[in-house]
């Protein structure tokens, strides 16, 4: 069985530039979650998809950041306009409930120049 | 709201010393406790979790880590550490909905295990 499927794994681009990054999740799993790490700082939950519907989506730092999962499948987690401060790695997630093992990617590792 | 506190960005023990890694946690609801660990160049792993059953949780690779409410603590242990444990080390909490489900997790800052020779 695959395992969670970030791509890319990294990522440059100039500030004002947009960047899409993908989440394929472990087939079955439900429940799929941002999380993002900046240099230097905690993880950050960003939101929370139980299949197509956001369940949560507290952590999303502002409106420049949009993540969607069509047909309750993969995710992506569009950043429009980047900021510098957008830059750190962008951890996904899956479980197949709310109370089981969630299965952490690899990350994208995203730089804003 | 929750929070994660991990002692110690960084530390060190000899091959074979015990390992403790330390995590506070404050939560205003009972909640759900994990460890994570992260090699290089991969993604995290969960070791162990502690869901309001047993307060000793085992995990994975020897280690365990043990529920004091009274202490707000979970801190993750192993007997004899091994070269392969040289990784980050993450605690993690998140809280359940009353209405089932549970929110995403709260993590702490992240500990780096190093394993000296």
């Known amino acids: 069985e695959a395992g969670v499927t970030q791509f890319p794994s990294h990522s440059v681009i100039e500030k004002g530039q947009t960047v899409t990054l993908r989440c394929d999740p472990i087939?079955?799993?439900?429940?799929l979650y941002w999380y993002r790490r900046v240099m230097g700082k905690e993880i950050k939950f960003l939101l929370h998809?139980?299949?197509?519907?956001?369940?949560?989506e507290s952590g999303m730092p502002n409106n420049r950041f949009l993540a969607e999962r069509t047909g309750g499948t993969y995710s992506t987690l569009k950043v429009q306009p980047a900021e510098l401060e957008d830059s750190g790695v962008y951890f996904c997630?899956?479980?197949?409930?709310?109370?089981?093992?969630?299965?952490f990617g690899q990350g994208t590792r995203l730089t804003v120049v | 709201a929750q929070s994660v506190t991990q002692l110690g960005s960084h530390v060190s023990v000899s091959e074979g010393a015990l390992v403790l890694l330390r995590c506070n946690y404050s939560?205003?609801?009972?909640?759900?406790l994990f460890w994570y660990v992260q090699y290089p160049n991969q993604g995290l792993q969960l070791l162990l979790k502690?869901?309001?059953?047993?307060?000793l949780v085992k995990g994975i690779n020897g280690f365990e880590a043990e529920f004091k409410k009274s202490e707000t603590s979970f801190h993750l242990t192993k007997p004899s550490a091994h070269m392969s444990d040289a990784a980050e080390y993450f605690c993690?909490?998140?809280?359940?909905?009353?209405?089932?489900?549970?929110?995403?997790?709260?993590f702490g800052k992240g500990t780096h295990l190093i394993i000296q020779p």
């Open positions: 993690a909490v998140s809280q359940m909905y009353s209405g089932g489900g549970a929110d995403g997790l709260t």
């Open positions: 502690y869901t309001s059953a047993a307060t």
């Open positions: 087939s079955g799993h439900d429940n």
């Open positions: 997630a899956s479980s197949r409930g709310w109370n089981t093992e969630a299965f």
């Open positions: 939560s205003s609801v009972p909640p759900y």
């Open positions: 998809f139980v299949k197509e519907s956001k369940q949560d």
